[in-house]
Structures are given as structure tokens and as C-alpha cells.
């Protein structure tokens, strides 16, 4: 279960982001979500660099990028992916977001203007209103959860990983999903990025999906419990053109557990072939 490397590093705004390259051929971008990172992008990333360059990283306050105190909200990760864009000098990308990253792939695109190629979207978080129960209750209570002693917090986050599967995710995976969170600062960053969730990052964008005229494909994992279904059909109806294909066996966390139906869609879409 070896990481990916992220060896690169982009200084933004005097924080580090921390990111990595594989692949030759077109330039293609992958964003995780939350409680997320790189790691978990891990089998699309070496699937598509066969065929593709992808470049990956690590959100603001997530994984191995910087999480100390400051603003990692879904309305900074818009601002960096579009500078890293640009440091990497690419032009007209396919990208493709995962949760929170999806997000931020169409803040990148809707606010900053930046063009795609082509978006891909897996379980986004782009429908208000959103947030558990549990998001609810870190944004009134962040400096209690802050407080509670390290064992409580991991068992915290372990269990909140495994609501996100529809199947038990085996313990090496989770080992490494939840390692960065019981790292030095990563408690506080844990629910630093709950806290500073908010649906009115979403509201911004979401009358315009409308105008949205690069191809769009759009895959959600059937059994997802944090964001229904239901909601990607919405999406789907209000991307004029969009792709819509629903992943059998699989929860939010479908980038883990079916990565293999994932890139029997995302191929054919990047290649510009048709979709079974």
C-alpha cells in the first residue's frame, strides 16, 4: 500500500502545498475531498498515468500540505488550485474531483474562470443544503472536539471514515486515511476544515451549473449515505449535456472502493469515446 510521492512543494500565500506528478501524455488534474487526501486518489492515478500526465495534491490543511491555523475552507482551495494551475503551466486540463473536491473544480471554474477540457465529478458536494449532523454539531462545538484526548479523537475519526463505505474498508487503508489526522496539528486541522465547511460556498455557484458548457461527466456511488444519489441526478439535470453513471456497490468513498468502474467511465470520457 505504498503512498504516492508528493516530493513538490508550492508556496501559497507562506503555507505549502504539497503535490506530485506521474504519467506522460495530456495533463490531467485530481482533487480529493474531505477527510481525504492524495492517498486516496491513489489507483485512479496510476490507472490514468498510462495514458495521461496527472498531477495531484493535497488540499490546503490536508494530508501532508500545511495544517496549521488559517482559512482552509472551500473558499481558499478554489484560489490555490487556480495558482497552481498556473504555476504548473497548463492549458485547458481535464480535471476531475472527488467530494469536496469536486467543489472546488467548479469554484476553480465558475469564479476563477479557469477552463477545462473536460470535469469529471464523483459524489460532489455541489447541491445545498449539505453537512451532517455531525458537521452541524464540530461547527458549534469546535473547541470541544479540539480538546478531547488523542485516543478519543482517532476513534472518532475512524469511525466517522467508515460511514462513508458501503463495504468495510479493510485496516491498512483506514490506518493511512487516518494518519494524517493524529499527526502533529492534525487533530485541530481535522476540525478546523469541519468547522469552516459551509453550504454557502455552494449557493455562490450553484445558479450558475447552467452556463456550464465543457463536458461534464458526472459518477456517484449508489449506496453514498452522506450525499444521496438523488442529488446527482439533480446535478445532472442542471448541467446542460452532462454524463450521468451510477457506480454499483459503492458508498461516498467510491474513488477506494470500486476504482475500477470509476476508470471504465473516466477513460472513455477523457478520450473522447464512448461511454458503456
Known sequence: MSKLELS??????????????????????????????????????????RDFTVYYYDLMGYGQSDKSPGDVSLGIQNQILDHLINHWGLDNPFIIGHDFGGTTVLRTHLINGRDFRGIVLINPVAISPWGSSFFQHVNAHEAAFVGVPDYIHEAIVRAY???????????????????P????????????????????????????????????????????????????EVLHEMIPGSLFHVISDAGHLVIEEQPDKLTEKILPFLQNEPIT
Not at 458548457?213 to 444519489?229: F, N, Q
Open 8 to 49: 513538490r512543494s508550492y508556496i501559497f500565500e507562506g503555507r505549502t502545498v504539497k503535490y506530485g506528478m506521474l504519467g506522460d501524455g495530456p495533463p490531467v488534474i485530481l482533487v480529493h475531498g474531505t477527510p481525504w487526501s492524495s492517498f486516496n486518489l491513489r489507483h485512479l492515478i496510476r490507472t490514468l498515468s
Open 161 to 179: 471514515v467508515k460511514t462513508a463505505t458501503f463495504k468495510a474498508i479493510d485496516d491498512k487503508t483506514l490506518d493511512m486515511i487516518v494518519r
Open 181 to 232: 489526522w493524529t499527526e502533529p496539528e492534525g487533530k485541530a486541522a481535522f476540525y478546523r476544515q469541519i468547522a469552516q465547511a459551509s453550504s454557502s460556498f455552494t449557493d455562490e455557484i450553484q445558479p450558475f451549473y447552467s452556463k456550464i458548457s465543457k463536458p461534464v461527466l458526472i459518477l456517484w456511488g449508489r449506496e453514498d449515505t452522506w450525499i444521496p444519489v438523488e442529488k446527482g
